[in-house]
């Protein structure tokens, strides 16, 4: 998988670029309904935006696993009698079999499931584990204007999509924040993309491509759309 390389070679200068992610983990515990958990699972944890977000609003938790596929990322991450880190794919369907149905109070992901090579079946593969979820997924209209211009796809699903991904398994609500995050200069912005890891290693563009975008492209911002969902099992 690309986006692997793509988190864990940046994994030092991600926290440093992550503005959006932040706000979204920030976003996505202050939607929780409770001050207190007896076992979270975090799905796609990366530094410990979620967990720092948690400890932060003064909610307690006994008991917190904090999953990733990328080691690198997984150092970042605090480290505490109550966390337990993880390296495991949660594309493969092997990683969740150690779990029992409702062993989590929550299972929780921030900016992580936009990645799954098949969705609809990586929400199945979760939909038993705990009594309640909160996703956040990034959406195709994020970085829209720029893979307009670029003449490319976006990497990620639609909002449409995990919606549809979504109604299989789940009764849920959602709603859908739109950031922009300001640049200088597109330089700035490519470089920006490059070393958040938001790029996720798809959809590369020739150095060609690159000068015909710095000439062409008509914002000084960087669009993005999160879409933030509530749920239980169906």
Known sequence: MKIVKEFSRFAEEYTKHNIIQEDVAKRLTLML??????????????S???????KSSGIKVNHFVALDFSEEMLKLHPTAYNIEKKC?????KESFLKYKPNEFDLLISASALQWSDDLPL?????????KSYYFAFFTSNTFKTLHQTAKVNSPIYS???IIKSLNGFYNYSFESIEYRLDFSSVHEMLRYIKRSGVSGGEGQLSYKSIKQLMREYPLDYLEFEVLFVKAKKR
């Not at 309904?33 to 990366?46: A, V």
């Not at 495991?88 to 493969?92: C, R, T, V």
């Open 122 to 130: 990586v929400l199945e593969q979760i939909s038993s584990l705990a």
């Open 48 to 54: 410990g935006a979620v967990y720092n977000n948690l």
């Open 33 to 46: 309904n409770s001050n207190r958990y007896s076992k979270i699972l975090d799905l796609g944890c990366g």
């Open 159 to 161: 909002k449409e999509y």
């Open 88 to 92: 495991l794919d949660f594309n493969k």
